[in-house]
């Protein structure tokens, strides 16, 4: 019985190695085309920076490390067909650039996804790149390295943006954020939004919102950019305008695709071809709080999926299942934590649901112990039932709170449920009673209070 | 309509702000021992090192700042008599001595816990301390001001007992903590106790389990201790062995008192007497996990309890319902971090609960962010149901996973639950698949298997 995995980064090693230790009668078999598999993508801002030393520590397992237990990793390979009613592969072979076909009994797709292409005039330029694989960092490290850029140009104020800012920073170098957007981080609150912008221009990064970049200028190497019709210096631009699915191969293959724009599975991630599973960015799941198809491609989301196509393929069976999402995510920038889970207010209301919300400034230590810090949390639910919406944290223990909320929200708790919630509490951890208990006692007033 | 509230620490205090809050009309008196109301006794080891700067700073709010809010609270009064036929108290100003009458429509008993008394001969020596009130903190700075000693023995090796003793050697004395079980914090299992008492012994504190303090000896100063029949020297003694609930009065008024010994209420607070509610360290609760009767004395507890008492008493209505404790609880013993959550495995043992454990050892941030340390976690769940039972964590991050272990335990998620659970990561906040979900990945495992 031979498993071949289309893609070799999280969920598809994942996937492997589940597989493996399910079945260990498998043939086994992980085509990847990026030179590495098990690439930790969340880290490569910080290699930039230095912040993280030394590009082979982002490489979780080499093909040495699979091929030692029992799983073949071919890297710079691309399948480029996919034939399931013959369960039949193309695929080249990036080295030689020559094509052979294989077959399988089981097929994993884990195709990830890529950068959304900036289409913006001089995008071919020299310095200008996106940071979606570790040779992109590459890439990046070799023109910092040979043309010691000190203006750079970062687009878009998602996740990746914002990070990429901080860590070009740490470097040095003079930063302009440009969004197009009114604000950073969408998927927060506008007033959330605000305090990020607010911590980005204190740590001198210029944040310009609501801006367009509408050209790259250089003669062969970028040297300046166009925003909203004035001229930026730029000798380095990295964009993370957002990624898309990667599902060419699957499309191809005439799998069904989901209303997201991403591969369809059902919850044991089966596709819609035969004897086919996905798991990963690739993959549409679905948003447990309003029920309506999701696509969020994150590496723990996609570490999990992993682990339940893996399961299931490596089976034959409809053993695991995987549940969908909350949209939980975090990020630092600079001191600051942001944390999210569930839905923002505007998401709640665009939702067609009936929100209330309440946040709150508290500390993130007892008020008399050292080193207390400042750290907001607002909280969502659902008028009527009271039911938790969502959540979103900012400050110090941030993560804490976004997955105290994270775990209430896979509970199905309610704002009332959260008032008692019997949490730890010791001055060194947080106030005596939690931001979270803190907050769920404002919004349970507002909740049973008629609106103004 | 008179409210009456006996004690003004945790549960009095928050009771009496919440009774404000809820009916503006009602006049409120608040009766304090000693001589602050509003203390926070949970930071009181960390006033003796000065890691907490002056007294001053855990006082949360003084009379004259209840007074502001309508709430008047006096202290250095106890109220002495309680007779619920006629609504009446006998109260003594412990300034002069003087008793006098008060009456009340409504009686919240807030009278917490006291120390355990320390049956050993030698006890009343002077240098041999209780630390339960800020009184307490007074004495023992007021002892090591004037006699400078360079050894302490702390008695106890519960909270309490292994804050101090981190505390005391900040200070650069030396410290032998004894303990009468074969363990210190026997509210964790056996394996996470050792790690602790390592770490102790790591910053220095000789730690002598399974010992017994005999006896004290000094010429009016403590100068010694006889410890398991060895002369330990000790010219300062800090005793934490365990606090019981505080219920003369509420005994001497006919209250029922619960199998735990504290004080019996329905889920609404409201005691056996007509028109008297209790709150905090004084009342027995639940278990919500056994479903027992539960005494868990702890600051965030009171407070939340005192909310609920406070909401009712103030209404004369059953608004608002407590619903019980998990146990939770968290403590810091220098760098180290414990946190529990739910039962033990040696606990859930003893409760006759089929129990399975998976103990996982992690990082607390990706591995290769810098600054990562190791955690442990281990969960408790039930076999069959795979239901949590509870959880254990050690080291950096283990307040956020007990706060997401607790979370999951309120809204009685199972292993299976946990697995897939939708949590913020980023390299800078764990590792990809928090410890909770790696945990449960191999409890899962075990839950599935027959044991062996």
Redesign the interface.
Known sequence: MRLVVVGGV?AGTKAAARARRVNPHLKIVVYQEEPEPSI?E??LP?LLSG??EGRR??VARTPQEFARSGIRVLVRHRVEELEPDRKRLVVRDLFTGATFEDRYDRLILATGARAKPLAVEGSHLEGVFNLRFLTDADRILDHLRRHRPSRALVVGGG?VGLEVAENLRLLGMEVTLVQRPERVATAYDPEISRRIEDHLREHGVEVRTSAEVEEFRGAGRVREALVSGERVRAELVVAGVGIEPETTLARRAGARIGTTGAVWTDRHQRTSLPEVWAAGDCVQTRN?ITGEPAWVP????A??MG??AGTNAALGEDVEE??G????????VFDL?A???GLSEQEAKRAGLEAVAAGIESRSR?????GAGRVLLKLVAEKGSGRLLGAQALGPGA??L???C???L????SCS?L????????????P???PV?QAA?VLQRRLSQPPK
Chains 1, 2 share one sequence.
């Open positions: 999280a930790s969340c880290g910080y912040t993280v520590r982002l996740y447990r994150l590496g723990d989301t570490n999990q682990r339940v995987f549940p999402v909350l949209g939980t995510g975090i990020f630092k934590a944390g999210k889970t007892a008020g008399y112990y050292p993560d804490k976004t997955d105290v994270a775990t209430a896979w509970g199905g708790l449920d008032v008692n919630l019997d949490l730890a509490y010791a001055p060194p951890y947080g005596v009673l939690s208990i006692t």
